[in-house]
Every structure is written in structure tokens, then in C-alpha cells.
């Protein structure tokens, strides 16, 4: 059972919800109350959007700085020194005097 306010049922010719269709306020009546839902909603809507937009600026640098501080990094490239200074060391060890 539907709750009061809901909005007709679904139509079972072509399975629409009527919740889902753009109303033009200039063209239907509506109560200053549903007016004042309606601003209410797309006020929330474009904090919504400011929000996304707000983390997504914060996110993408932090995400950039990290790919560049990585490709910066070469520790990986002293290991292998070592590890090539080690591996001489021992084929000079066992080919030795």
C-alpha cells in the first residue's frame, strides 16, 4: 500500500513512476509549500555538487604529489647497486686466488 503523498501507482502499460518525471513549475500548480521543497531540494542538490567538486580538487593533487614523490624515490635503485656489489664480491670470493 502506498503512503499518503506517494503519487499514483505505477502504470502498468508502460511501467513509469510518476516520481520520476520533471515537473516545470511555471506550468503546473503547485502549493508554496511543494514551491519551497523543490528550492530546498536543488539547493541540496548543487551543495551536493560544490561538495564533489571541493573533495575532487582536494583528492587529484594528493594523488598527483604521490605519483611524482614515487617516480622521485630511488632507493630501489641503492639496493640494486648493492645487491650488484654483493654478487661481485662473491663471484670474486669463488673464483678467488
Known amino acids: 500500500m502506498a503512503a499518503s503523498g506517494a ?18 513549475p511555471t506550468r503546473e500548480k503547485l502549493t508554496p509549500a511543494q514551491l ?10 548543487w551543495q551536493n555538487i560544490v561538495t564533489g567538486l571541493g573533495i575532487g580538487a582536494l583528492v587529484l593533487p594528493i594523488y ?6 614515487v617516480s622521485q624515490e630511488h632507493f630501489l635503485d ?15 670470493k669463488a673464483s678467488g686466488p
Open 7 to 24: 503519487g499514483e501507482p505505477l502504470d502498468a502499460k508502460n511501467e513509469k513512476a510518476p516520481f520520476a518525471q520533471r515537473i516545470d
Open 36 to 45: 519551497h521543497f523543490m528550492r530546498q531540494v536543488q539547493l541540496a542538490q
Open 64 to 69: 598527483g604529489y604521490t605519483f611524482y614523490s
Open 78 to 92: 641503492e639496493l640494486e647497486d648493492e645487491a650488484k656489489a654483493a654478487r661481485a664480491r662473491a663471484h670474486a
